[in-house]
């Protein structure tokens, strides 16, 4: 069989006015990225670490005149103690006043206060 001549004008791609679209855009617009999460410039210190409660309760106090000592209950143990010593490993009396016992806890070094009841 015979074959035909090739049209080569008929091959030529003809002009076009405009713009050609993009074939590789993407049609569906896309989401933008979330926004990243803001850091902190700094960092807030953790807060400082706190005592437990007191576990004593004041019985009563005997002062002679050069030394105050201070009776305590805690739970089933009896203590009698004055200003400068400890109680175990956990508790240090730091001062007594009329109104107060101040207690250094020493593992945590803050103070706390076991107030005094006003007698009647």
């Known amino acids: ?3 035909e001549p090739l049209d080569l004008e008929a091959l030529e791609r003809r002009k076009t006015t405009g713009t050609v679209p993009d074939l590789f855009v993407n049609p569906v617009p896309v ?3 979330p926004a990243p999460a803001r850091v902190a410039a700094i960092a807030a210190p953790p807060p400082p670490p706190v005592a437990p409660p007191l576990p004593f309760r004041y019985l009563g106090r005997f002062d002679d005149g050069e030394r105050q000592v201070v009776f305590l209950e805690e ?3 009896a203590h009698s103690i004055g200003a400068g010593e400890t109680i175990g490993q956990r508790y240090r009396v730091e001062r007594i ?3 107060a016992v101040t207690f250094r806890h020493l593992i945590f070094g803050t103070e706390q206060t076991l107030v005094i009841p006003k007698t009647p």
């Open 1 to 3: 069989m015979p074959s």
């Open 31 to 33: 989401a933008a990225p």
């Open 75 to 77: 739970g089933q143990i």
């Open 97 to 99: 006043s009329d109104t």
